[in-house]
């Protein structure tokens, strides 16, 4: 053990720009690869250009469109939704798992709902949303909240019926009164499961967002892409994508970060 | 009766797209699994790609496909196929990486040859994982199919379900719904059936 | 004296040589081990014993030095060395009978065989009624079971032994070893036995090779001259065994106290 940390911290040292530069490339040529065909076969004209525009022209039209607004405000439409939603749908689904996991008769209400809709692929109700909620900002948020409530409700209910009851009594045993007890021992014993389900419904909140606008139409990133499909606009509907991952790429980053700061003890 | 033979019907279409586009991902998933678990040549070229395609949703890919391959069955499958193929590669690629190397030593030293070793103990040794990785791709494939079907087909359970929506035949679009949630949790209780059948050894640690 | 079964010769080993912490795990280890012998091999937690063994077994490479198995330098497992190792290393998606009957059919064996000798050590180690049972349905005293009746029924000369009864209950610890002694009795197999504990190496062992600790060096070597058809109760209890104990023991625990290595690697 003490030869690893050991090791880790002259390696940290070490760490110089021309090694990260050096093995940057080394990591992600194959990435250089695909980008320097891409161009070449885009420029080549084998394909239609609405099939695969040079990669020059999508970060072009990436660049155009992110200066005159239009991509970020259609971004921020979808952030709006997914992540209203989220939130949502965080304070939902914890309130209801802890509810559930704490009140016999809570879960007894709740149970058979929750193992009902959680397997249900929420995305076959976007229809049903748009004739009860409209095509708006609402029928989206009620389908990110749908697809992710019941995931965090489980994941949290999981959490604290899994606890170890020696925790819980030795607690009890050292006088911790029984409302202290949620707080300092069955919360912080749930907390890795509760950040399973929201790690989990992170992303999905992102799908459920841009498949909804997809399907429906109105704004945010979703429309824009299938628009641009729609109309063969080859350079937005690539620009489009490119920004959909690069959103859920940091959805993804910023949850590991959150997640290894708050449970560095797990 | 107009709705169930229409729904028989797109019901067969969207399951065997979901068949296709599963099977693609399950074979050619597991062999690049393999090969990047063992070859870090084609690990070093692929690692990348996964990592920078993962966060992408995938139903984004819908309408990618949609301008390359038209409004075609192709177009589905292939869509379902790079929605499933993911978690497939990874798990895997971790079950391959997580093979102790003492049941490797055990073989060698019970007589078989390094040739064999992958047949013998890494494939079976990893299969808990392989199907872990189906499982996740699966529900990724219904909701796939259905978004595909939802903006770029003319035919499937998708389909079927925004037509009636179009049309202002409720009743009939729920029902497609509720058919539709039905046969998706069938068929993930009987993968889970199936699986725990085969891999009733494995004690899941 | 005719050729040894087991020759170590210089033996050193070192990891990450070309990294920025290179650990000597063993340095210059030297001995000899007859045919039918059973040796035990003891020394702190992190002395390199288990590594020493899974070079003789030919998974790891020496840096220097060579390992000499019947006149023959040996750099890869091979069929006349079988290993049992102490987290038992089943193969879980096999049964018992699966477990014992793989390295038969690796051998080759027709049907028959096979089924003759499967049966015969599925006996030998109690096993009987478990032979469709899956590893993870046994106690660890039961898969150990199996893990010595796979190895023993591909029948190696040398049995090479990682701590096999470091995992399990006392009771179950010492059971094994009356066993482990009938079968070595009844075969007369060559083993190597790695394990910490001092009672358990005089208890089995003709000699006890005592390691040094980081890097592991040979320390010592005691000759253990114990009547091994006693009982158990009378050998624990005999002026020999006591004092053989104790003189490893000191030996063990100077090691232990020089440099209170319970750094596990």
Same mark, same amino acid.
């Given at each position: 053990m003490e030869n690893e940390a050991f090791s880790g911290a002259e390696r940290a040292v070490s760490l110089n720009l021309r090694e990260t530069i050096g093995s940057f490339i080394s990591s992600a040529y194959s990435i250089l690869v695909i980008a320097i065909v891409w161009e070449l076969v885009g420029r080549s004209e084998i394909v239609p250009y609405y099939f695969l525009p040079p990669l020059s022209d999508v970060l072009r039209s990436l660049v155009v469109h992110i200066a005159d607004g239009t991509l970020l405000y259609h971004t921020?439409?979808?952030?709006?939704?997914?992540?209203?939603?989220?939130?949502?749908?965080?304070?939902?689904?914890?309130s209801l798992g802890l509810l559930m996991a704490r009140f016999k008769s809570a879960n007894w209400f709740f149970e058979p709902i929750v193992a009902l809709l959680l397997p249900l692929p929420p995305l076959t109700l976007v229809p049903a949303f748009i004739l009860w909620f409209g095509i708006g900002h609402l029928s989206k948020i009620m389908m990110v909240i749908v697809a992710c409530v019941f995931i965090i409700t489980a994941s949290t209910y999981h959490g604290v019926k899994n606890i170890n009851p020696y925790y819980v009594w030795s607690a009890r045993s050292m006088g911790t009164s029984e409302s202290k007890i949620l707080r300092k021992v069955v919360l912080p014993n749930a907390l890795p499961f509760i950040f399973n389900g929201l790690q989990v419904t992170l992303p999905i909140s992102l799908i459920a967002a841009f498949v909804f606008e997809m399907v429906s139409g109105g704004s945010g990133?979703?429309?824009?892409?299938?628009?641009?499909?729609?109309?063969?606009?080859?350079?937005?509907?690539y620009s489009s994508l490119v920004l959909i991952t690069l959103v859920g790429f940091i959805f993804d980053r910023i949850i590991l970060k959150i997640r290894s700061r708050i449970l560095s003890w797990y | 009766? *107009?709705?169930?033979?229409?729904?028989? *019907?797109?019901?067969?279409?969207?399951?065997?797209? *979901?068949?296709?586009?599963?099977?693609?991902?399950?074979?050619?998933?597991?062999?690049?699994?393999?090969?990047?678990?063992?070859?870090?040549?084609?690990?070093?070229?692929?690692?990348?790609i996964v990592t920078l395609t993962y966060p992408l949703p995938k139903p984004a890919l819908v309408p990618l496909t949609m301008v390359w391959l038209g409004v075609t069955n192709k177009a589905a499958v292939f869509v379902i196929f790079l929605g499933a193929i993911l978690p497939v590669i990874i798990n895997t690629f971790h079950g391959v990486k997580s093979v102790d190397d003492r049941l490797i030593w055990a073989a060698k030293s019970l007589g078989t040859p390094e040739k064999n070793i992958f047949w013998k103990v890494v494939l079976p040794a990893s299969t808990p994982y392989i199907a872990n990785g189906i499982r996740i791709a699966l529900p990724?494939?219904?909701?796939?199919?259905?978004?595909?079907?939802?903006?770029?087909?003319?035919?499937?359970?998708?389909?079927? *379900?925004?037509?009636?929506?179009?049309f202002g035949f409720y009743d009939y679009m729920f029902a497609v719904i509720l058919v539709f949630v039905l046969v998706a949790f069938v068929i993930d209780r009987v993968t889970v059936a199936i699986m725990e059948r085969y891999l009733r050894w494995y004690d899941g640690k | 004296m005719g050729r040894s079964k087991i020759s170590v010769r210089?033996? !050193?080993?070192?990891?990450?040589?070309?990294?920025?912490?290179?650990?000597?795990?063993?340095?210059?280890?030297?001995?000899?081990?007859?045919?039918?012998?059973?040796?035990?091999?003891?020394?702190? !937690?992190?002395?390199?014993? !288990?590594?020493?063994?899974?070079?003789?077994?030919?998974?790891?490479?020496?840096?220097?030095?060579?390992?000499?198995?019947?006149?023959?330098?040996?750099n890869s497992p091979g069929p006349d060395r079988g290993i049992v190792f102490q987290e038992y290393a089943l193969f879980p998606w096999l049964t018992v009978e699966g477990n014992i009957k793989y390295g038969l059919e690796e051998k080759g064996l027709d049907q028959d065989e096979i089924d003759e000798k499967v049966s015969k050590y599925i006996r030998l180690m109690g096993l009987e009624g478990f032979e469709h049972k899956y590893p993870k349905e046994l106690s660890g005293g039961m898969k150990q079971r199996v893990a010595i009746a796979r190895t023993l029924a591909y029948e190696p000369e040398i049995l090479l032994m990682d701590e096999p009864f470091g995992a399990l209950d006392a009771q179950t610890r010492e059971l094994l070893q009356e066993e482990l002694l009938r079968i070595w009795e009844e075969t007369r197999k060559t083993v190597l036995f790695v394990t910490h504990s001092v009672d358990e190496?005089?208890?089995? !062992?003709?000699?006890?090779?005592?390691?040094?600790?980081?890097?592991?060096?040979?320390?010592?070597t005691v000759n253990v001259r114990l009547d091994k058809t006693l009982s158990r109760e009378d050998v624990i209890t005999s002026r020999e065994f006591v004092e053989t104990r104790h003189k490893v023991w000191v030996d063990v625990r100077e090691e232990v106290m020089k440099h209170y290595c319970i750094v596990e690697g």
């Open positions: 921020g439409v979808t952030l709006f939704r997914a992540m209203t939603g989220y939130v949502i749908a965080s304070f939902v689904g914890v990133l979703g429309s824009v892409e299938i628009y641009s499909a729609r109309f063969f606009k080859a350079p937005e509907l | 009766m *107009i709705l169930t033979g229409e729904l028989i *019907i797109n019901l067969i279409i969207t399951l065997f797209r *979901i068949a296709g586009g599963l099977f693609l991902a399950i074979v050619i998933g597991i062999s690049l699994g393999f090969a990047m678990a063992t070859k870090p040549l084609v690990r070093n070229f692929f690692d990348p990724v494939a219904f909701i796939v199919s259905i978004s595909v079907e939802f903006v770029a087909s003319r035919a499937g359970m998708g389909n079927l *379900i925004s037509y009636y929506s179009d | 210089g033996l !050193s080993k070192v990891f990450n040589p070309l990294k920025g912490n290179p650990v000597v795990a063993l340095e210059n280890v030297n001995f000899d081990v007859e045919e039918g012998e059973f040796i035990a091999i003891v020394g702190p !937690s992190g002395c390199g014993k !288990s590594t020493l063994l899974y070079m003789i077994a030919g998974f790891i490479q020496p840096t220097k030095g060579e390992i000499i198995v019947d006149g023959r330098r040996i190496a005089v208890y089995l !062992s003709q000699r006890v090779i005592i390691m040094t600790c980081r890097p592991g060096r040979v320390k010592n």
